[in-house]
């Protein structure tokens, strides 16, 4: 008979050969952690008959202790993942646990669009810094985040996007861009005062570290051989908020850029291939909540 703890080890290798990110083990680590400790704690040891009691008083512990709607949904996720994988290798008799482990309901929020008076604020934000700028570095980072501004405002990319772009993916002869992602690559048409920004910004950059540009776009006043993280453009969305004095976010403007396309009457599938959707029922979501 095994015992939960080497199931769920089973389970761990299971998620690192399908490759999942750190950020989703550690979380996969620390639901399952969880369980097993309240399982050990309630005297539950193996994967038998008991695991049908088991998920039901787990789950009525989880809904006293976790009143966040995510955090609960996360671990019961994370128990549905494992009882279904349980099932796979025959180590129980499989039983229907849906009604149990029911994730909770979530309410969802109209997203947050922009209005044409802020899209012109934080289009203002960099250029002001640029001009009052004391230091060719203070100059270069405004040119910089300005640049990464207008990107995100005419593509709706994501940040994840946005800091994995290179040079190669920029062609200034049809003022295209290539989006890339785990998912494959997209081509966006960009706008003759983007590709004049990022021209300004390549030779400034290569001004400032007195040697040619490398293959990332968006780098540091320190190194050309590493791109910056979604760490710096949340800080840059930061200097923004204050700026305007409204918290606004890149996840914004690329709602902002999906409602406009809805209004101008671009299909779905038009919209779904530019904005780098997967899953078409997702971007059907997302359109009920910008309405």
Known sequence: MITLKDAWNSYVLLLQSLKKSAATMKQYNMDGQHFLSFAHEKKYLYVDHQIHELLQIYCDYLK??????????????????????????????????????????????????????????????????????????????????????????????????????????????????????????????????????????????????????GEWVWVSETSLTKPITTKTVERIFQTMSKDIGKNVRATDLRYTVMQRAFQQEKTLEHIQQEMGYVRKWVLTERQQRLE
């Open 64 to 213: 006293e202790t976790y009143s966040n709607i995510n955090t609960f949904n996360h671990k019961i996720a994370t128990l549905r993942g494992f009882v279904d994988f349980i099932f796979l290798r025959e180590w129980v008799e499989p039983f229907d646990y849906q009604h149990i482990l029911q994730p909770k309901k979530r309410k969802k929020e109209a997203l947050q669009v922009l209005t044409n008076k802020e899209i012109g604020q934080i289009a203002n934000v960099w250029p002001i810094y640029f001009q009052y700028a004391k230091t060719q570095e203070h100059a270069w980072l405004a040119r910089r985040n300005g640049s990464i501004v207008q990107v995100l405002m005419e593509t709706g990319c994501k940040p994840a996007e946005l800091v994995r772009m290179k040079w190669a993916h920029f062609h200034k002869e049809n003022a295209t861009l290539y989006i890339a992602n785990r998912n494959g690559r997209r081509e966006i048409k960009c706008s003759s005062i983007l590709m004049d920004m990022l021209a300004h910004y390549k030779e400034e950059t290569e001004d400032m570290h007195e040697q040619e540009i």
